[in-house]
């Protein structure tokens, strides 16, 4: 199974000069069938929106660590209808997949998602 690509968004800084459009983030359907990836940096900061009327899950995929820890999964994590859920992936060491990918799981594709990269 091959997850389908997410694009992070650059941030814009504060000393920039904004231009009109230029700080809207338009977050994508997560793939429910197939799962999501994105690169990892470790700048990162997912942003999740529950557009449905019931709740649905979420899981980041982790791997084992220097540590031995084997399964640190954030693993069906619940958003309430109509919630957002934010996550700092600054601590990539657990995470980051083969090939340097982070893996995203949904339970319904009405779970829309933005990586935003600071």
Do not use: C
Not at 29 to 41: E, F, K, L, Q
Not at 44 to 67: K, P
Not at 69 to 82: E, F, K, V
């Amino acid at each position: 199974m091959s997850q389908t690509a997410l694009t992070p968004v650059q941030l814009k800084q504060n000393n920039y000069a904004v231009q009109a459009g230029d700080l809207v983030v338009t977050p994508a359907a997560m793939d429910a069938s197939n799962g999501n990836s994105y690169p990892a940096t470790g700048n990162e900061i997912l942003f999740f929106y529950n557009s449905d009327t019931a709740a649905h899950t979420i899981t980041v995929s982790s791997v084992a660590d220097n540590l031995g820890r084997a399964d640190s999964s954030l693993q069906s994590y619940s958003i309430a209808a109509g919630a957002f859920a934010f996550l700092e992936m600054s601590q990539i060491i657990g995470w980051q997949q083969s090939g340097g990918l982070i893996y995203l799981a949904t339970s319904s594709a009405l779970v829309k998602v933005a990586v935003l990269r600071k």
